[in-house]
């Protein structure tokens, strides 16, 4: 169903299609593992019975409805204090997918992307560090294309911003020119300023007025930025300095 | 959990350890097709929830108590015409590895391995041609090791016919050092008529009264022997010739 694409430089080269597996990031951790490297690999599945998702969640999506995929990247070019680009540049290529169909496409720090104030895409990036180098990176994405229902009332689709039902190759197919383009950017070492910036363009929140949950209050704030690690600056309207938060340590509240 | 094995020339050197997937082969089949080969690749699982068997059947297993993986082989140096070697040697080498904890091990034509006229392994081979040639095996292996109960009578467990226990990863590096020395054995041309004769002498039937079912009667015979391509030649009492049959043209009763 998932054929290989040969238009691309990395991204894509080789797709192992599995109609069902427990987790696509599994898979390729184990095919990298094993030492059965191609940088560019992709696992892709129809249905993912046990996806993983940010932080431990569980990241659920009808069979046969979205886009299910892991890529096997091996950025040794990049150290680890810079990891944070390899989410910059993933986010980055789906935006820039979805904004061929879709307006008002927004990167969520750190790594989701959104329609119209929903969850189209979620990505979860694993990466196995050597030394002061990322030896291997792991990129699962899930992408809903087209789903038209969700227990989550936050979560959207392609299908549903948009109306239509698209075909899940061709889809993939694009997806991974995106992925391709942006990736050789980021092998680009001198437009890594540029993607910084880019990021910072589509991310939401960013010096706009926006509502957290921060310490168990809600709390309006601005995005200011985000520093090279990835964690995110935030100006909070309760609290007199701008605070660099993790992951753990701000919650979005999107209405 | 399991290893690659360092001390076999091609079988092991690479796993692929899946705590829990649909089917071995298929992973096995996918990773081929994507290009990502190295010969003797063994994809395992503890929890293998969609196994196959011979004709379409299911492979059912305990999860944790057994040996369930698969095996990529890229037998080019044989023909189609002989791939039934294929069988032989894998049977061989499952046999040889139980009979170093149990005696009377018999080799069920094709496939099967029996101890004590009961089934303690199932092998599914799959191959895929080039023109004459076999481009591709993927071998799976079902190996019962420490399952106590079986909904099947007629199946049994290293553990069942020694009353031990056994560290799973322990006997999957034993099962494949002797995998390696068969598949060696099969490598040298020379060694092909041995390995026919190997496999008639540890044939469950060979030379001895047997029952069959036969176009629906029970009847007694006798096995005289297999065809290159692997078809049985069995003597029935009922019949004046030695039948030539295939997988689907006689079935075994063994009590």
Known sequence: MYNSIQDT????????YLPSCHSTNDIAAEIVHAGLF????IVITDNQVKGKGQRGTVWQASPGENLTFSVILSPSFITVSEQFLISQVIALAIRAYLSQYVGH????W??????NNRKVCGILIENSIQGTKIAGSIVGIGLNVNQKDF???NATSLSRETGNLF????????VLTFLDVYYQQM???????????????????????????YQ?????GTVTGVTAIGKILVKLETEPEVLELGLKEIEWIIQ
Chains 1, 2 share one sequence.
Not at 216 to 220: D, F, G, L, Y
């Open 9 to 16: 430089l990395i991204i894509g080269k080789k797709v192992i």
């Open 38 to 41: 191609a940088e560019g690999t």
């Open 105 to 108: 496409v927004k990167i969520k």
């Open 110 to 115: 750190p790594n989701d992307v959104y329609v």
């Open 151 to 153: 227990e989550n009332s």
């Open 167 to 174: 075909l899940l190759p061709e889809e993939f197919q694009k």
């Open 187 to 213: 092998r680009s070492l001198w437009r890594h300023n540029d993607l910084r910036q880019e990021y910072l363009s589509h991310l939401y929140g960013y010096n706009e007025t926006v509502t957290f949950n």
């Open 216 to 220: 168990n209050r809600i709390v309006k």
